[in-house]
């Protein structure tokens, strides 16, 4: 069991990074002009990965209560998952988003 809880916490990890990928990828593919793409691939995920680092990280500075701490992940992760459907891979924005809700369950699950 204790191997599986390792792999879950691993792939969580990467679905925080494929989170921040996601953000990157959406903004350099929606923005018109080469200083909107730049702004919007790297504002987008650099402000999810403040937020998360205050507020989400295991050991962030603000620790919120579970229900807002599972609702601050479902908008991050959401919004992830919108950005690649709008961005034109909504197979993939399917794909993680049930993987990321998935894995944060088990993770609930088996604290």
């Known amino acids: 069991m204790k191997a599986l809880k390792t792999g879950n916490l691993a792939l969580l990890f990467l679905l925080e990074l494929c989170m921040l990928a996601a953000l990157a990828f959406w903004g350099f593919h929606m923005g018109g002009s080469l200083m909107v793409k730049l702004a919007l691939g790297i504002g987008a995920p650099l402000l999810a990965a403040i937020v998360w680092g205050i507020l989400m ?43 990321s809700i998935l894995s944060k369950a088990l993770t609930y699950v088996w604290r």
């Open 57 to 99: 990280a295991p050991r962030a500075a603000i620790k919120l209560p579970t229900p807002a701490h599972l609702a601050l992940f479902l908008v991050i992760f959401g919004a992830a998952a919108l950005a690649l459907a709008v961005a034109g891979q909504p197979l993939l924005a399917v794909i993680f988003i049930a993987l």
